[in-house]
T-cell receptor
Framework: GENVEQHPSTLSVQEGDSAVIKCTYS??????FPWYKQELGKGPQLIID?????GEKKDQRIAVTLNKTAKHFSLHITETQPEDSAVYFC???????????FGQGTRLTINP | GAVVSQHPSRVICKSGTSVKIECRSL??????MFWYRQFPKQSLMLMAT?????????EQGVEKDKFLINHASLTLSTLTVTSAHPEDSSFYIC?????????????FGPGTRLTVL
């Protein structure tokens, strides 16, 4: 089955700098890759997703890149702000299977 | 759009009792709903997948007689933790796939914190 590895487990950056979180997946049939932000005591919130027919997607300060050949995808946050502090999860799924397989999560801390 | 609610947000119960958690998609119909549990500082673990009107599919290691799932309509799924014990204390989160549009996208509820004394 699918296996998703996420790195780093913790990341601390200065406010205004960029943050990058990376994930790798094992199943070449996976074709959908969402990213979720989870704040303490809350459910995960979808922040951006990408499908395998595109290599990059951007939404304001957030971007995701996908390398299907290498089976990895990354989340990029630019001009970080204190409210970006949270745990971020990547995930992968095969549309036919519907199930999401999650990475281990990255605790991002933005230092003022 | 794509709002999922859960009720209750927190519940404390005595060992041996049963607890029901509701998951509702408020502004869309859901083809499929999912139930996860999450332990502190860990990732989400899928417990089961449910489709409206059919039996839930449980992940390996999840006891179907202990975690009863009912998906009565396209907007409501319930999880009942039967004969709860302290080891069942966890954060339970549901998610839903919309029936129309991006059907592989999962929208998550706010979670339910269960504490079993």
């Amino acid at each position: 089955g699918e296996n998703v590895e996420q790195h780093p487990s913790t990341l601390s950056v200065q406010e205004g700098d960029s943050a990058v979180i990376k994930c790798t997946y094992s199943d070449s049939a996976s074709n959908y890759f969402p990213w979720y932000k989870q704040e303490l005591g809350k459910g995960p919130q979808l922040i951006i997703d990408i499908r395998s027919n595109v290599g990059e997607k951007k939404d304001q300060r957030i971007a995701v890149t996908l390398n299907k050949t290498a089976k990895h995808f990354s989340l990029h946050i630019t001009e970080t702000q204190p409210e970006d502090s949270a745990v971020y999860f990547c995930a992968a799924s095969n549309q036919g299977a519907q199930k999401l397989v999650f990475g281990q999560g990255t605790r991002l801390t933005i230092n003022p | 759009g794509a709002v999922v609610s859960q009720h209750p947000s927190r519940v404390i119960c005595k060992s041996g009792t049963s607890v029901k958690i509701e998951c509702r998609s408020l502004d869309f119909q859901a083809t499929t709903m999912f139930w996860y549990r999450q332990f502190p500082k860990q990732s989400l673990m899928l417990m089961a997948t449910s489709n409206e009107g059919s039996k839930a599919t449980y992940e390996q290691g999840v006891e179907k007689d202990k975690f009863l799932i009912n998906h009565a309509s396209l907007t409501l799924s319930t999880l009942t933790v039967t004969s709860a014990h302290p080891e069942d204390s966890s954060f339970y989160i549901c998610s839903a796939n919309p029936r129309q549009g991006a059907r592989d996208t999962q929208y998550f509820g706010p979670g339910t914190r269960l504490t079993v004394l």
